[in-house]
């Protein structure tokens, strides 16, 4: 009796281990430690891409893998991200698109995703790109470090019994200070210092502008000047240091430029 007592007793201890593992379903970021569930920050680096028709916001196959932890397809995981999934903070008001799975869906989300299934031990990035839709030739919005930019929402279910359901959000967090291109065409620096030479000189601006398709573009230039013309701008150096009886113009192919004055930048 005692024999049979014995066996009853491990092989149900067995069971419940076996049981432990096969629903068991795990994500990291970027490498850290496991995530069985909840809401998770992602801290990523933007660096925007300008492409056609969309700019690339963040690559999160770079950040988020995903596993099941008994292996061997066994008891498969269903994944899929959630409607109402979308934008936050200073993108709010935009609208893009999300890349799942091979399918690219509008965002915000309106609807649920496709299914990734996931049933290997080896971690899986997970496929999911964010773009932004560009609004007119030009813009950008200032993003500053330690906002969050999107919250995606992730739901899975194992194969397996009840499936073990468990629901995901994850938080995405600028890392760095950055001006999302919210237009098709973007500048190489927002922030441009110039040398200027003894006088009389020139120097040039080194400044351009990169376009994802063909756009015709024009500029105009603001700023406080002191003649009629509005061409000679201030020196808004403080009182002690700056100089003067000096004035300081900018030309565009040997014309003078006026502020607040439309002038075509080309195609």
Excluded at 78 to 95: D, E, M, P, R, W
Aim: proline share 6%; glycine share 10%; charged share 15%.
């Amino acid at each position: 009796m005692g024999k049979t007592i014995s066996i009853k007793v491990l092989f149900g201890i067995y069971l419940l281990l076996m049981a432990g593992k096969v629903f068991a379903f795990s994500c990291n970021v970027d490498g850290g430690s496991s995530i069985g569930a909840g809401t998770t920050s992602v801290y990523v680096n933007l660096d925007p891409v300008i492409q056609p028709g969309q700019n690339l916001v963040v690559d999160l196959s770079q950040h988020i893998s995903c596993w099941n932890d008994y292996g061997g397809w066994y008891d498969t995981d269903h994944i899929n991200l959630v409607q109402g999934s979308a934008f936050a903070g200073s993108l709010q008001s935009y609208k893009g698109s999300l890349y799942w799975n091979n399918v690219t869906y509008p965002f915000p989300l309106t609807t649920n995703t496709n299914v990734l299934d996931i049933g290997d031990k080896t971690p899986m990035p997970l496929p999911l790109k964010l773009y932004i839709t560009p609004v007119g030739a030009a813009g950008g919005v200032v993003i500053k470090a330690g906002e969050v930019i999107a919250r995606i929402h992730m739901y899975k279910i194992a194969t397996l019994g009840s499936g073990n359901p468990r629901n995901f959000t994850w938080n995405i967090i600028s890392n760095n200070n950055v001006v999302m291109p919210t237009g098709g065409c973007t500048v190489d620096s927002r922030n441009v210092t110039v040398d200027l030479p003894d006088f009389p000189g020139s120097a040039e601006i080194p400044l351009g502008v990169y376009c994802s398709s063909e756009q015709k573009l024009s500029f105009y230039l603001s700023g406080a000047t002191t003649d009629s013309s509005r061409q000679v701008f201030a020196n808004t150096a403080p009182d002690a240091t700056k100089a003067s009886g000096v004035g300081v113009t900018l030309m565009r192919n040997g014309k003078i430029l006026a502020t607040e004055k439309m002038s075509p930048w080309g195609q």
